[in-house]
């Protein structure tokens, strides 16, 4: 007769009281008992040695010293270098010559923007419009001007009179009530003012176009859906949101039609740059006279710069929470972040505490 014995079961590594018939636990369910365990504190005494090192950046400093090196290069040779002729140039800014011309060049800025946007707005309007008439005439409006330069167009409208000897106003094709001659009412300057305009007026009907074409279309929706009339939505909500597309590159048409129109010299009108050419033509000092154009220039548009930054910050006001911070107030801002230098300690005064301190 034969005797078959088992093995013995192996212990239980759970609890001693613990059923060691019982099938063992996964190892999932010990993995989530254990994971709700406090986590062992970190040594913080090992951190506070710690030394914090702020990133370096080499590369950064050497362009910038390289940067003010070329910049200290080109600041002492405007000092040293007899070839400007300061002497000359502090004779002839403020001149009244130059003052004038100054004056013409604000004049002639002044209509060509205002024609230009007065008129752009109306071709925007057009491209905007339903009517494929309406789109293609303004379409081939800006596609025309844009073409053709602005001193071919300045000297085409100088000699206008030379094609249309007189005007007349009547019935379209058939008998005129009127009329008068060119050269009596379009002037040299009347030309450049609308050489001027009608060449801007190119360049703002695709800005306010696209200013307005930035707008979502379901603001003009909802307007709509709320029964507010179109004109009142056009310039009560379209306008105000567009503005903020718009202003940007208005402001630099402005500042490029102020450089513009030194090329009126063509025509002989007595602006800046022309001015500036007669009086280095008569006196033979080109580089101090061209640095009275170039300072005169460099103080309009920094003008016009300002006006650009204050009037898009108050057409921010949709846009952000808060208005951005002006120059000054961002320089105030910077001067109260600086950290404060700390009081010198007071030593006590002796005398009057009977020596206690």
Do not use: C
């Not at 001149?95 to 205002?114: E, K, N, P, S």
């Not at 071709?123 to 339903?130: F, I, K």
């Not at 009179?161 to 019935?171: A, P, V």
């Not at 090329?263 to 001015?275: C, K, N, R």
């Amino acid at each position: 007769m034969t005797v078959t014995t088992e093995p013995p079961a192996p212990p239980h590594r759970g609890r001693p009281d613990a059923d060691p018939a019982a099938p063992a636990a996964p190892a999932e369910a010990v993995a989530d008992a254990t994971a709700g365990a406090p986590a062992p504190a970190p040594d913080l005494d090992g951190l506070a040695g710690l030394r914090t090192v702020p990133a370096r950046h080499p590369w950064r400093w050497a362009l910038g010293i390289a940067a003010l090196v070329v910049l200290a290069q080109f600041a002492h040779g405007l000092a040293t270098n007899p070839g400007w002729d300061w002497a000359t140039f502090r004779i002839y800014f403020t001149a009244d010559t130059i003052v004038q011309a100054v004056g013409r060049t604000l004049q002639l800025t002044f209509y060509g923007t205002v024609l230009g946007f007065l008129l752009g707005a109306v071709v925007a309007a057009m491209r905007l419009s339903r009517s494929p008439i309406l789109q293609s005439i303004a379409w081939a409006y800006v596609w025309v001007f844009r073409s053709i330069p602005l001193i071919v167009q300045l000297v085409f409208w100088f000699n206008l009179s030379y094609l249309y000897k007189r005007f007349g106003f009547g019935i379209p094709f058939g008998p005129t009530f009127g009329d008068f001659e060119t050269v009596g009412v379009l002037s040299a300057l009347g030309a450049a003012v609308l050489g001027l305009g009608l060449h801007q007026a190119a360049f703002a009907a695709e800005i306010i176009r696209g200013g307005v074409v930035a707008v979502d279309a379901g603001q003009r929706e909802a307007a709509a859906a709320l029964g507010i009339p179109r004109w009142r939505q056009a310039w009560r909500i379209v306008l105000p949101q567009a503005m903020r597309g718009i202003l940007p590159a208005a402001a630099n048409e402005v500042i490029s039609l102020l450089k513009g129109t030194s090329v009126v010299y063509v025509m002989a009108i007595g602006e800046l740059f022309y001015q500036a050419q007669v009086v280095y033509g008569r006196t033979g000092r080109v580089v101090p006279l061209l640095m009275v154009a170039t300072v005169w220039y460099v103080l309009l548009t920094t003008v016009l710069s300002i006006g650009q930054y204050y009037v898009e910050r108050y057409f921010s006001r949709g846009s952000q929470r808060s208005r951005p911070p002006t120059p000054l107030q961002r320089a105030r801002a910077f001067v109260r972040s600086l950290p404060a230098r700390p009081a010198p300690a007071r030593t006590p005064d002796t005398r009057t505490t009977g020596g206690r301190p």
